[in-house]
């Protein structure tokens, strides 16, 4: 392990690569910490200090900005506006015939997406800029600190000064953006995940020295021996795969014989990802947003108000845990069948003379993978609801917060992007030296 960590350096492409996407890690967490324009930079950092309540509201956010968000920096927005417009982008696929199209049309249509993704970004990023920048002027961003100086976290309220604020952010998320783009580029691995992996990884001593804090030693340690069980658990899980095997049938093309091989369609457990985590805890955001912006200044609120800020603003009650896992189960559903149609797998699988030993080609293939994939599904989407509580539960065990990093959204990333990183590293060692980092 260690002389193939050793290889890495003594290749000067690859330690070119890695000292590259090194570079760009270090400037995006740089401006993680510059304030934006007029933010009153004393009154962030005493609202911070001051163990602000910011559960099950803001904290997707602030955890892919890597904290950057709650400070309001240039980086606010971090790269949720781009991991929102490439979801967005894949589900206009299913309603756009258009998008469909040039999905199809190979590297040719996947430019016009990724385009069609950067405009949308922007659009976000002027959006959420916007938003956060309104909570940050009414004392919003940080519900139930009684700290005086979270009502005046912007030192000029001007027309001009709130333009110069939006567009500073919504600038930070296009550099993110070219920041990631540049890692696929140049560097090693998928730039955006690489920025999504660093921003959560940010967080984690944060986090746990939180747990220390609260609970002590004792707890501290018995969370990092489960969090490696849990790790354990969810490197095995994102691995397992099913495998239908597929015989392509021996062709004659001129003077050259093609196919006569045998390979398999690779069918994951998790074939949806941390999407469906996203998905469920952006919608069930939406009922606090909407209730915090409702509430009576003298504290008489709606009783709707008041149901919800008992029951969704927060996830230590049953109905908030049982709503968030039916939720991911549902989200996991809809989204592989939008990313994975048995009839297309089916229909290349009969023009390139392939078929499955013992199903006819056709529509009893495409029946067949709907078959499989329908079953292996459901052990996916109830191991990502599993996972997903896990913060949850955390929240009412040992006081943490809902950004606990072995769990969620955090370990599916982390893991995730860490697995796909090392396998680069390890294709580009076998490119060169015959023998890769793992064994």
Not at 14 to 21: A, E, N, P, Q, Y
Not at 335 to 356: H, W
Not at 373 to 383: A, N
Not at 411 to 418: E, H, M, Q
Request: net charge positive.
């Amino acid at each position: 392990m260690f002389r193939a960590v050793a290889r890495i350096f003594r290749t000067p492409d690859l330690r070119r690569k890695i000292g590259f996407t090194l570079g760009i890690v270090a400037l995006f967490r740089l401006g993680s910490f510059i304030p934006a324009p007029f933010v009153d930079f004393g009154n962030v950092q005493a609202c911070l200090a001051g163990n602000a309540n910011t559960e099950g509201l803001y904290d997707l956010i602030n955890l892919f900005s890597g904290g950057a968000l709650l400070q309001l920096s240039i980086f606010a927005l971090g790269i949720m506006p781009y991991i929102t417009a490439s979801i967005i982008v894949q589900l206009l696929r299913v309603v756009i015939p258009h998008f469909e199209t040039l999905y199809k049309e190979g590297q040719a249509g996947q430019s016009k997406l990724t385009q069609y993704t950067r405009y949308l970004t922007i659009a976000l990023g002027v959006l959420q800029s916007t938003t956060l920048i309104t909570v940050a002027r009414s004392g919003a961003l940080f519900p139930g600190n009684n700290v005086a100086a979270c009502n005046q976290l912007v030192s000029n309220e001007s027309i001009p000064a709130m333009l110069l604020m939006v567009i500073t952010m919504t600038a930070g998320t296009g550099l993110i953006m070219w920041f990631g783009e540049l890692i696929t580029e140049r560097g090693v691995g998928n730039g955006m995940s690489l920025l999504i992996f660093t921003s959560i990884a940010a967080t984690f001593p944060t986090a746990l020295w939180n747990i220390q804090v609260a609970r002590g030693w004792e707890i501290f340690i018995l969370v990092i021996l489960v969090g490696l069980v849990i790790m354990t658990a969810v490197v095995f899980v994102e691995q397992s795969q099913r495998r239908i095997p597929v015989q392509y049938a021996k062709r004659m093309v001129g003077r050259r014989t093609y196919g006569g091989n045998n390979t398999y369609i690779p069918i994951k457990v998790n074939m949806a990802g941390v999407v469906p985590v996203i998905f469920a805890s952006s919608l069930l955001y939406l009922p606090a947003l909407i209730a915090q912006f409702n509430q009576s200044p003298d504290g008489n609120n709606p009783e709707w108000v008041t149901w919800i800020q008992t029951y969704f603003a927060t996830g230590d009650n049953g109905l908030y845990m049982l709503v968030y896992f039916l939720l991911i189960v549902g989200f996991t559903y809809f989204y592989v069948a939008i990313t994975f149609n048995p009839e297309d797998v089916a229909d290349n699988m009969k023009k390139y003379g392939g078929f499955i030993p013992g199903i006819r080609a056709g529509r009893p293939t495409a029946e067949y993978l709907d078959y499989v994939l329908t079953r292996v599904t459901l052990p996916g989407s109830l191991y990502l609801g599993i996972v997903a509580l896990i913060p949850l539960f955390a929240l009412s065990l040992v006081q943490a917060n809902q950004n606990f990093p072995f769990g969620g959204a955090s370990i599916l990333i982390i893991v995730g992007v860490g697995l796909e990183t090392v396998k680069q590293i390890d294709s580009q060692l076998q490119q060169r030296h015959y023998e890769g980092l793992l064994r």
